[in-house]
């Protein structure tokens, strides 16, 4: 039995599309308590509607209660806990020691799924965390995938092990960054992270305030924290293989067409779908990247397959636009009829040539669409229309 494919939702919409590309698991987040304050999130009512969705569907649902509280924010996020326990939380996923600790000795008996920002990175840890009840530990990005079959050997049946296959990554220790809270006030371990380490930097001399001196790495300047995503699609039957329980996509804050492509790679890979090289890094050109890397997993990492070469996202498509589970397409970006485009399914992808004329919600006939149109198709409902670039 392969891995559990553990993928983002920011909101419900991220979260059906999750589901009907082949995700297993959904991991989301309540207004509060979340380390992605900006992802749109769900209130109360919301989490109760995905839960009952996800379980309706086969699926699991964990909850991010992933913030380093302060003293008087464990009282109500143990209530917060509570309620989630009450609506049927398959997990929680959880940083903070001290919360871990708090929600055994308030008897809320959900699984506790140990998150990637404990910085977990030996079997050790992973032990102790099985002491305290925790039934799973996301490890840390740093490891390599032989340091990660060391603490699998180690931890045999005790604790769960999941690992982070595809998403952002931050310089910093898998997260533990203060560059934005000094830099911007946004307290990056409290959900409100401004990625300045995605800019571009200068020095500048301090008798000469006014004067930027640039620091050319290349034409494009410095980007010295700046980090390439991963993509670890070489490594997820392998890890699968090797008893990892959960394979995890970053992702909360991205869009429906990341999730989509993401998940349609990924799924298949662990499926055992053939699946090229060439094709693999094709469909995941097309989301936004900041170039890819292998990380840690191959062991030792440098700047010339880490850093990305600027903070501008790199793609080869231009989403045109989606279709919901009423088949009717929303167009994201102006198309002619005739022209030719890629359509990604749940179940395939495929070249097309679109009609010559559109229909939209009124009846009207369109030749040309634009953003604000929501056309009739023949296409299954969850499909992604992107005109290729590159």
Same mark, same amino acid.
């Given at each position: @039995?392969?891995?559990?494919?553990?993928?983002?939702?920011?909101?419900?919409?991220?979260?059906?599309?999750?589901? *009907?590309?082949?995700?297993?698991?959904?991991?989301?987040?309540?207004?509060?308590?979340?380390?992605?304050?900006?992802?749109? !999130?769900?209130?109360?009512?919301?989490?109760?509607?995905?839960?009952?969705?996800?379980?309706?569907?086969?699926?699991?649902?964990?909850?991010?209660?992933?913030?380093?509280?302060?003293? %008087?924010?464990?009282?109500?996020?143990?209530?917060?806990?509570? @309620?989630?326990?009450?609506?049927?939380?398959?997990?929680?996923?959880?940083?903070?020691?001290?919360?871990?600790?708090?929600?055994?000795?308030? +008897?809320?008996?959900?699984?506790?799924?140990?998150?990637?920002? #404990?910085?977990?990175?030996?079997? /050790? #840890?992973?032990?102790?965390? #099985?002491?305290?009840?925790?039934? $799973?530990?996301?490890?840390?990005?740093?490891?390599?995938?032989?340091?990660?079959?060391?603490?699998?050997?180690?931890?045999? %049946?005790?604790?769960?092990?999941?690992?982070?296959?595809?998403?952002?990554?931050?310089?910093?220790?898998? +997260?533990?960054? #203060?560059?934005?809270?000094?830099?911007?006030?946004? =307290?990056?371990?409290?959900?409100?992270?401004? /990625?300045?380490? =995605?800019?571009?930097?200068?020095?500048?001399? *301090?008798?000469?305030?006014?004067?930027?001196?640039?620091?050319?790495?290349?034409?494009?300047?410095?980007?010295?924290? !700046?980090?390439?995503?991963?993509?670890?699609?070489?490594?997820? $039957?392998?890890?699968?293989?090797?008893?990892?329980?959960?394979?995890?996509?970053?992702?909360?804050?991205?869009?429906?067409?990341?999730?989509?492509?993401?998940?349609?790679?990924?799924?298949?890979?662990?499926?055992?779908?053939? @699946? %090229?090289?060439?094709?693999?890094?094709?469909?995941?050109?097309?989301?936004? !990247?900041? &170039?890819?890397?292998?990380?840690?997993?191959? +062991?030792?990492?440098?700047?010339?397959?880490?850093?990305? *070469?600027?903070?501008?996202?790199?793609?080869?498509?231009?989403?045109? &636009?989606?279709?919901?589970?009423?088949?009717?397409?929303?167009?994201?970006?102006?198309?002619?009829?005739?022209?030719?485009?890629?359509?990604?399914?749940?179940?395939?992808?495929?070249?097309?040539?679109?009609?010559?004329?559109?229909?939209?919600?009124? %009846?009207?006939?369109?030749?040309?669409? !634009?953003?604000?149109? =929501?056309?009739?198709?023949?296409?299954?409902?969850?499909?992604?229309?992107?005109?290729?670039?590159?």
């Amino acid at each position: @039995m392969p891995a559990e494919l553990l993928a983002p939702a920011g909101d419900m919409q991220k979260l059906e599309w999750a589901v *009907e590309y082949g995700a297993d698991a959904v991991y989301f987040g309540l207004k509060n308590y979340s380390l992605r304050s900006y992802a749109g !999130n769900f209130s109360p009512e919301e989490a109760a509607r995905a839960l009952q969705y996800l379980h309706e569907k086969g699926r699991k649902g964990y909850v991010t209660l992933n913030i380093y509280p302060f003293t %008087g924010e464990y009282a109500p996020l143990l209530e917060q806990a509570a @309620m989630l326990r009450d609506m049927g939380a398959d997990a929680f996923i959880v940083a903070d020691f001290g919360l871990i600790c708090a929600l055994k000795k308030a +008897g809320i008996e959900t699984p506790v799924h140990v998150s990637t920002q #404990a910085n977990t990175v030996s079997a /050790q #840890a992973a032990l102790a965390y #099985a002491d305290m009840g925790c039934a $799973r530990v996301n490890l840390a990005r740093e490891l390599s995938f032989e340091q990660i079959l060391e603490i699998k050997e180690k931890t045999q %049946g005790k604790i769960e092990l999941e690992v982070f296959i595809h998403g952002s990554v931050c310089f910093s220790y898998s +997260g533990r960054c #203060a560059i934005s809270d000094y830099l911007t006030g946004r =307290r990056a371990n409290r959900g409100e992270c401004a /990625q300045p380490c =995605r800019w571009s930097y200068c020095l500048m001399e *301090e008798k000469r305030p006014g004067s930027p001196m640039p620091v050319f790495e290349d034409e494009r300047g410095l980007y010295l924290f !700046n980090s390439r995503d991963l993509a670890l699609w070489r490594y997820a $039957r392998r890890l699968s293989d090797a008893g990892i329980a959960s394979l995890k996509i970053e992702g909360r804050m991205k869009t429906i067409h990341y999730v989509a492509s993401v998940l349609y790679v990924y799924r298949r890979l662990l499926d055992g779908c053939a @699946m %090229g090289e060439e094709e693999i890094t094709a469909l995941l050109s097309r989301i936004s !990247n900041r &170039g890819y890397t292998e990380g840690f997993m191959k +062991g030792g990492v440098g700047p010339e397959d880490y850093k990305a *070469e600027s903070s501008s996202y790199l793609f080869t498509s231009v989403l045109l &636009g989606h279709t919901g589970p009423d088949g009717m397409l929303q167009v994201n970006n102006s198309f002619e009829g005739g022209e030719t485009a890629e359509l990604l399914t749940p179940s395939c992808v495929k070249a097309v040539v679109l009609p010559p004329v559109f229909r939209d919600a009124d %009846g009207n006939a369109l030749t040309k669409v !634009n953003n604000d149109h =929501r056309i009739y198709t023949d296409f299954p409902p969850y499909s992604v229309l992107r005109r290729v670039t590159g």
